[in-house]
């Protein structure tokens, strides 16, 4: 028989025992905070009829769906979790309770090249609000004061949430009469943080179009952002609502006590979907591994599904690639390396108190595990090593004889004999 290559595709992530550990503990702090702000758990199919979520694809997004044919069904996989949200709300809107929160942590499918820190299959994050008709800013607050409490809990560093109004960047280009550039410059402009300032310049001034000083003076603004803006006294009922929203999810912000964020005019992300707060958030001190999680406010959700206006806002992790980003510049501080907290290690073979060891630490919550190799001592000792869980317990005849256990520290070798009945 001829074997066969045990492979992985390309751009499909696994880890070792002990990375997976740290990934499902991050995976965990992220559900347990979306939780914690009672915001409801989801699920939705993995594949999905290919016309449902694809009715507002197209370019890029269609070419890289995963589509098949199984029967008379047209099939695709799930490249994000916002498609399939909104094919829920939309099919149970006379159902759910508005304003409707929902968390759903999974994976979805992307068949675009696969690079080094891109997957093909990753875990997406996603916590949204959605709204029936209208939908209060003060969720465009709680959003990004939710991700800021996850990242802290991760303990990955000093990071930033970026905010912007879509509303700020449309009415500012609407009033320097360059509303049919507006998308080709907000993509220049997006680009920033890769490319500088000064080939954004240049890129500009390759769109022929007028006023790109004053486009980089706009773009600059640092330092009291709000006071500026309403400064320009541009008349342009688009820009001037998109400052009040923005005072009005600042003093949120500030209510909620959140304070690793600024205001950023360059962040100009979801061109033909956000209308209104965008975010974007950055590690401080490695912005090459780019937006860590990014998200904002739309205006009408399910709009391909249902004629009834769904408003919402919500902000998205991207798991797999931020784990792999962190894994790749060490700065995952996570030492834990086994699930249990105890390996019990046998010196013969009277199962009857082993066993009664081992439920008695289940009993009390502790996670443990038997050694059951059919070798020596030291066999089984070098195997304890290996698998570096902290305490070994070990069993011999006297201690069957005393009731007792011996515990040794596997980190600094020292060992107690306790009684444990």
């Known amino acids: 028989m001829k074997l066969i290559e045990p492979r992985t595709l390309s751009g499909f992530m696994e880890l070792m025992p002990e990375e997976q550990i740290v990934f499902n503990k991050y995976k965990k702090i992220i559900e347990e905070t979306y939780e914690k702000y009672s915001f409801y758990p989801l699920d939705t199919p ?8 694809l009715a ?61 820190g891109r997957f093909r299959e990753f875990y997406q994050c ?22 800021s409490e996850i990242f802290e809990k991760m303990n990955i560093g000093d990071f930033k949430i970026r905010i912007n109004n879509r509303k700020i960047l449309t ?18 402009i997006d680009k920033i943080d890769k490319i500088g300032i000064e080939n954004i310049k240049k890129e500009l001034l390759e769109l022929n179009i007028e006023n790109v000083d004053k486009i980089i003076e706009f773009i600059n603004i640092k330092e009291n952002v709000i006071e500026k803006l309403e400064n320009l006294n541009i008349v342009n009922e688009t820009f001037n609502l998109g400052i009040k929203e923005m005072k009005e999810v600042v003093y949120y912000l500030d ?44 205006e009408n959700l399910a709009g391909y599904y249902t004629d009834k206006k769904l408003p919402g806002v919500g902000m998205s992790i991207g798991l797999t690639r931020l784990f792999y980003k962190l894994n790749e510049l060490g700065l995952i501080k996570e030492n834990k390396t086994n699930i249990a907290d105890y390996l019990i290690v046998p010196m013969d073979n009277n199962y009857e108190y082993i066993f009664k060891v ?64």
């Open 171 to 188: 009415g500012f280009f609407e009033s320097l009469n360059l509303q049919n550039e507006i998308t080709d410059i907000l993509r220049i």
């Open 56 to 116: 507002k694809a197209g370019g890029e997004t269609e070419k890289q769906i995963y589509r098949f044919k199984k029967g008379d069904n047209d099939l695709a996989l799930r490249f994000d979790l916002t498609v399939p949200l909104a094919k829920y709300v939309a099919a149970r809107q006379n159902e759910l309770i508005f304003p409707f929160k929902r968390y759903q942590i999974g994976k979805v499918y992307r068949g675009e090249r696969a690079q080094k």
């Open 255 to 298: 209510l909620m006590k959140v304070k690793n964020y600024y205001i950023d005019l360059t962040i100009a992300r979801g061109l033909d979907y956000y209308t209104g707060t965008i975010y974007e958030t950055f590690l401080t001190d490695y912005p090459e591994i780019g937006s860590i999680s990014s998200g904002g406010r739309y």
């Open 46 to 53: 993995v594949i999905e009829y290919a016309n449902v979520l």
């Open 358 to 421: 081992y439920n008695k630490l289940r009993d009390n919550g502790k996670k443990a595990e038997i050694c059951l190799l059919d070798k020596s001592f030291k066999s089984k000792m070098k195997y304890a090593n290996r698998t570096k869980i902290p305490y070994v317990i070990i069993i011999g005849e006297n201690e069957i004889n005393t009731n007792t256990v011996v515990i040794k520290n596997m980190q600094d070798g020292t060992q107690t004999v306790e009684k444990i009945f």
């Open 126 to 147: 996603d916590i949204d609000v959605i709204g029936d008709e209208d939908l209060p800013l003060i969720y465009d607050a709680q959003i990004p004061a939710i991700i």
